[in-house]
């Protein structure tokens, strides 16, 4: 049971943690990611100076020790000169105490030429930590400074990205549906197009049916004008009124428009 509720916690955490960095701002998350990036190269600094720091006590114990081993060096010699003198002088004494102390004085020497040993030894270890501290800070610098540089490309790209983004979105919103009560552009174009279309058909057929009204106008008036000119003629050759009237009615007639 309880490894279930564990495995079920870590998958509701990487769920929402997955959340999290869908809806998560990168322009933020670069702040954050370069200002992690200087804290860490400030706490890389102080290690190194640390390291520095360490080294350079080490080096002044050294010269130190040095100085105090160069001192009872000297001193070893003048207690051996002494001892010597003294034995010449017939001073045994004073030749068995010079002879003592220069004993006691080697036993120091002894003791710190040991301590000078390990203080080399130390010296050269932290020099070669001092020197890697140096390298790293100046790595990390280096590195610090390329992000820094990189940056302002990234900034530039996520502007672009967010761009190209809207475009896709108002490109799509053109060619897709955005819901069940909005139509596509396409869709409202071919709705206006086919009542257009529709719209000019009817206009067409009126002009037709106005042309033919005209045409038949035009004939009847022609038929008319005709048969008054036909009625002169018949007067002038002295021809029968009845068959004039007959032929009037038979163009009559034929100049009315049918119906329907």
């Given at each position: 049971?309880?490894?279930?509720?564990?495995?079920?916690?870590?998958?509701?955490?990487?769920?929402?943690?997955?959340?999290?960095?869908?809806?998560?701002?990168?322009?933020?998350?670069?702040?954050?990611?370069?200002?992690?990036?200087?804290?860490?190269?400030?706490?890389?600094?102080?290690?190194?100076?640390n390291?520095?720091?360490?080294?350079?006590?080490?080096?002044?114990?050294?010269?130190?020790?040095?100085?105090?081993?160069?001192?009872?060096?000297?001193?070893?010699?003048?207690?051996?000169?002494?001892?010597?003198?003294?034995?010449?002088?017939?001073?045994?004494?004073?030749?068995?105490?010079?002879?003592?102390?220069?004993?006691?004085?080697?036993?120091?020497?002894?003791?710190?030429?040991?301590?000078?040993?390990?203080?080399?030894?130390?010296?050269?270890?932290?020099?070669?930590?001092?020197?890697?501290?140096?390298?790293?800070?100046?790595?990390?610098?280096?590195?610090?400074?390329?992000?820094i540089?990189?940056?302002s490309?990234?900034?530039?790209?996520?502007?672009?990205?967010?761009?190209?983004?809207?475009?896709?979105?108002?490109?799509?919103?053109?060619?897709?549906t955005?819901?069940?009560?909005?139509?596509?552009?396409?869709?409202?174009?071919?709705?206006?197009?086919?009542?257009?279309?529709?719209?000019?058909?009817?206009?067409?057929?009126?002009?037709?049916?106005?042309?033919?009204?005209?045409?038949?106008?035009?004939?009847?008036?022609a038929?008319?004008?005709?048969?008054?000119?036909?009625?002169?003629?018949?007067a002038?050759?002295?021809?029968?009124?009845?068959?004039?009237e007959?032929t009037?009615?038979?163009?009559?007639?034929?100049?009315?428009?049918?119906?329907?």
């Open positions: 049971m309880f490894k279930y509720l564990k495995k079920r916690w870590n998958y509701l955490l990487a769920k929402l943690t997955g959340r999290f960095e869908e809806n998560a701002d990168p322009k933020v998350q670069l702040e954050q990611a370069i200002s992690q990036a200087k804290n860490q190269h400030v706490t890389l600094k102080d290690q190194a100076a390291v520095i720091a360490n080294q350079k006590q080490a080096e002044i114990r050294l010269n130190k020790k040095m100085e105090e081993l160069e001192k009872l060096n000297g001193n070893a010699r003048q207690a051996l000169i002494m001892a010597s003198d003294a034995q010449k002088a017939g001073n045994a004494e004073k030749a068995t105490q010079y002879t003592q102390a220069a004993e006691t004085i080697a036993d120091k020497l002894i003791s710190l030429e040991a301590d000078v040993e390990s203080l080399k030894s130390l010296v050269l270890e932290s020099t070669q930590a001092s020197d890697q501290a140096k390298a790293a800070v100046q790595q990390n610098s280096r590195l610090l400074q390329e992000k540089a990189e940056k490309k990234l900034l530039s790209q996520l502007d672009q990205a967010n761009m190209q983004e809207e475009m896709n979105k108002a490109m799509s919103a053109l060619t897709e955005v819901g069940e009560d909005v139509p596509t552009f396409n869709e409202v174009q071919e709705k206006i197009e086919a009542r257009y279309a529709k719209a000019k058909a009817k206009s067409e057929l009126s002009e037709v049916t106005v042309e033919s009204r005209v045409l038949e106008i035009e004939q009847a008036t038929n008319v004008a005709a048969q008054s000119r036909l009625s002169e003629l018949r002038e050759l002295g021809l029968d009124s009845a068959t004039a007959v009037a009615e038979s163009s009559e007639a034929q100049a009315q428009p049918s119906e329907g």
